[in-house]
C-alpha cells in the first residue's frame, strides 16, 4: 500500500522523468537569491552539474578552480570559515574521491561550513567506464566526524534537500546520480534530513533504499503484491541514519534488504546492518555494487549488468522469504 | 618595540618553544627556532591588524599557519600577545589541552584553521583572501609555509587560483630553511630554483634575511603597497637557530630535546639575551 501521508504522485504509470542536477541547479539559483552568503566552487565541470543559470546571475559567487579539486576543498574551507556557504562541485568520482584529506582536516576537523555535491553518482558516468564512475563516496564521507551524507531519490527531492542543506550549520556530502530518472515525490512531499521515509506499507519484508534505487524498490514492491507485502523506505539521509525507523521496520517484518547504487561495502546496506546488528538483528541481504569495478556501458546496462535493478531487489526478497517459510 | 628589544624577545620565544618541546617529550624544534624572528615581528612588532582581547573581530588580519608543525612558535607567541594565558603553554600536545600537536581551528584564540597535513592552509588562505575581496574587506591574509612543504601538489594548484584572482591581500611567506624529515630539500625533492618558479605562478618575490627583522619588516610592508600581484616572501632561515647544536641539522626537525640538551640550549639563549654584551633579563 502507498503510504499517502507522504503525498507521492498519483499516477504511476506516466511518471515523469527528470536528471536530479536539473532540481539542484534550479535550487541553487532560487537560494542564492534568497541568501548572498550562498557561493559556488566549481571544478571545470559547470554544466555538467547545472551551474550555468548560476554562473549567468551570480557570476561575482561563481569560483571556477579549473581541474583542482583539493584546492577547490580549501578554498571552501577558508570562505566558510568567513561567513559564506560554500557549495563545492564535481563528479563524486573526483570530490569526494580525489580531495578526501582535505574534507577531512580543513572541513570535518572542525566541523567547517561547507557542502559538497557529488554529481553523476554510481554508474552515471556510464560510457567513460570505471575511472569516472562512484561506488565509494557515501562509504568514504559516512566515515568522516561530524558528516552528514544525503543521496535524495528524485528530482523534487534534490530541490527540497538543497534549501535543508544550506540552512544547516556543518558539512554535508549529498549525492547525485545522473540519468533522468521517474520523479516519485511531489511538491508537497515532506522531506526532513535523518528522517526516512515509509514510501510504500507492508508487513512482510523491508526494503531500504537510497538515490536510484528507491524507484526500483517501488517497482520490485508492485510486482510481488499479493503475494508479499513489501514495505519500501526511502533513506535519502545515510548519516545520520534514522535508526529509530529503520528498527521499527525491521521489527515489523522481521526480514530486511537494502538498495543502493553503490558498494554495499560502506554505504547504506552496512549502515542499516550496523544498525540492526546492534539493535534488532535480523536476516538481511545487500543489493548493490558487490566489491567490484565497473566498465563501459550506458548506465541502463550497466544497472541491469551489475545486478542494480528491481530484479536482483526481488531476488534477494524472495531468498529471505523463502528461508523463512 | 625597536628591532633590538624584539630580537631579545625572539631569543626568550625559543627557549619558551625549547621548554614546551621539552615538557611535551615530541615535536618540531627546527623550523620553530628557525622562524622565531619573523613570529616574534609579527605578532608583537606590529606588523598585523590584530587585537587579543577580541580574537575574532572580523576585520582582523588573518594569519593562516599552514606548515601546522611550526605550531609551538605561533602558540607562543600568541600567548606573549595575550591571546591566552602564559601558563597554557606547557600544555602542548597533552590530554585535553588547546595546544594540539597540530593546530585546530579556534580550538584555540588566533589559531585561523586546521593544519599539519601539508598544502591545504594555503588554499585556506586563498579562500579567505577570496572571501575578503567578495566582502570589500580590508583586512590582509598572511599564509605561513615551509620550503619542504612546497613539495605538495596543492600547494600549486593555490598559486595558481592566486593568480587568477591576482588576490594582492594575500601575502605568502615560505621558510626556506632547506631541511625537511629525511634530510636536505634539494636533495630529497629538489625546489630550485625556487624564486623563478614562483615568479612564474604570477608572485613579486622577495628574498629576505629571516633573521633581519629590519629587512622582514620591509618586506612585509612593501606587500602592502604591492597591488598589482600577491607577494612572496622567501625568508632565508637557519633551522634551530640559535642553538648551536640544533643548527643546520636536519635531525631536529621533529625531535624534542632531551632534558640535558635542554639545559645546554637554554644557557646558549640565555646568553644570548644581551645587549652589546650586558645582560638586560636575567
Known amino acids: ?325 | 618595540m625597536r628591532f633590538s628589544d624584539l630580537e631579545v624577545k625572539a631569543n626568550e620565544i625559543r627557549a619558551e618553544v625549547i621548554k614546551m618541546l621539552v615538557e611535551a617529550g615530541t615535536g618540531h624544534p627546527a623550523g620553530a627556532l628557525g622562524s622565531a624572528d619573523f613570529w616574534t615581528l609579527l605578532y608583537l612588532g606590529g606588523l598585523i591588524k590584530i587585537n587579543p582581547q577580541d580574537p575574532w573581530n572580523e576585520d582582523r588580519d588573518r594569519v593562516v599557519l599552514s606548515a601546522g608543525h611550526y605550531c609551538p612558535v605561533l602558540y607562543a607567541v600568541l600567548a606573549e600577545a595575550g591571546f591566552f594565558p602564559k601558563e597554557e603553554l606547557s600544555s602542548l600536545r597533552k590530554i585535553d589541552s588547546r595546544l594540539q600537536g597540530h593546530p585546530v581551528a579556534r580550538m584555540l584564540p588566533g589559531i585561523e584553521n586546521s593544519s599539519g597535513t601539508l598544502g591545504q592552509g594555503i588554499s585556506v588562505a586563498v579562500g579567505m583572501a577570496l572571501a575578503a575581496r567578495m566582502d570589500k574587506k580590508k583586512h590582509r591574509v598572511i599564509c605561513f609555509m615551509g620550503d619542504g612543504e612546497q613539495n605538495e601538489g596543492q600547494v600549486w594548484e593555490a598559486y595558481m587560483s592566486v593568480a587568477k584572482y591576482k588576490l594582492s591581500n594575500l601575502t605568502i611567506v615560505i621558510d626556506r630553511n632547506n631541511i625537511q624529515i629525511d634530510g636536505h630539500t634539494e636533495d630529497v625533492m629538489p625546489l630550485e630554483p625556487l624564486e623563478e618558479k614562483l615568479k612564474a605562478f604570477g608572485f613579486a618575490v622577495i628574498e629576505v634575511d629571516g633573521h633581519n627583522m629590519e629587512e622582514i619588516e620591509k618586506a612585509m610592508n612593501r606587500a602592502k603597497v604591492t597591488f598589482e600581484k600577491p607577494t612572496a616572501i622567501v625568508l632565508h632561515t637557519i633551522p634551530g637557530k640559535n642553538v648551536d647544536f640544533m643548527e643546520n641539522d636536519y635531525a631536529w626537525h621533529g625531535r624534542a630535546p632531551g632534558m640535558g640538551e635542554t639545559v645546554q640550549a637554554l644557557m646558549e639563549l640565555h646568553k644570548l639575551r644581551t645587549l652589546d654584551g650586558k645582560i638586560i633579563n636575567d
Not at chain 1, 22 to 47: C, Q, S
Not at chain 1, 256 to 278: C, D, M, P, R, Y
Open chain 1, 1 to 325: 500500500m502507498i503510504n499517502h501521508e507522504m503525498n507521492l504522485v498519483e499516477d504511476w504509470n506516466n511518471l515523469e522523468k527528470r536528471p536530479m542536477r536539473d532540481g539542484y541547479g534550479e535550487a541553487m539559483v532560487e537560494m542564492a537569491r534568497k541568501n548572498t552568503k550562498v557561493v559556488v566552487l566549481i571544478a571545470d565541470l559547470l554544466e555538467s552539474l547545472k551551474l550555468d543559470e548560476f554562473k549567468k546571475e551570480f557570476p561575482e559567487r561563481l569560483i571556477e578552480v579549473g581541474i583542482q579539486e583539493q584546492n577547490m576543498m580549501g578554498l571552501a574551507a577558508g570562505m566558510a570559515l568567513s561567513g559564506k556557504i560554500p557549495f563545492v562541485n564535481s563528479f563524486a568520482c573526483f570530490s569526494p574521491g580525489r580531495n578526501w584529506e582535505q574534507l577531512r582536516i580543513s572541513v570535518c576537523l572542525t566541523k567547517n561550513n561547507v557542502k559538497v555535491i557529488g554529481g553523476h553518482a554510481g554508474f552515471g558516468n556510464g560510457t567513460d567506464g570505471a575511472n569516472q564512475q562512484s561506488f565509494e563516496d557515501m562509504a568514504i564521507t559516512r566515515v568522516l566526524p561530524n558528516m552528514i551524507v544525503l543521496a535524495p531519490a528524485d528530482y523534487e527531492q534534490i530541490k527540497k534537500a538543497v534549501w535543508r542543506v544550506m540552512a544547516l550549520d556543518g558539512p554535508v556530502y549529498m549525492r547525485m546520480t545522473k540519468p533522468a530518472r521517474e520523479g516519485m515525490t511531489t511538491r508537497t512531499t515532506p522531506f526532513e534530513i535523518g528522517k526516512a521515509q515509509v514510501f510504500r506499507e507492508g508487513k512482510d519484508i523491508s526494503v531500504f533504499a537510497c538515490g536510484s534505487m528507491v524507484y526500483e524498490a517501488m517497482l520490485a514492491a508492485k510486482e510481488l503484491a499479493g503475494t508479499v507485502e513489501v514495505e519500501v523506505i526511502n533513506v535519502h539521509t545515510i548519516k545520520p541514519l534514522d535508526t529509530e525507523a529503520v528498527v521499527k521496520s525491521a521489527r515489523k517484518t522481521g526480514k530486511v534488504v537494502t538498495a543502493e547504487e553503490h558498494s554495499i561495502i560502506g554505504g547504506l546496506g552496512s549502515a542499516v546492518a550496523e544498525v540492526l546488528g546492534e539493535n534488532y538483528p535480523v536476516p538481511m541481504r545487500r543489493v548493490g555494487m558487490r566489491d567490484t569495478f565497473g566498465e563501459s556501458g550506458e548506465p541502463e546496462e550497466l544497472m541491469k549488468k551489475y545486478g542494480l535493478t528491481k530484479n536482483e531487489i526481488i531476488k534477494e526478497i524472495k531468498i529471505l522469504v523463502n528461508k523463512n517459510e
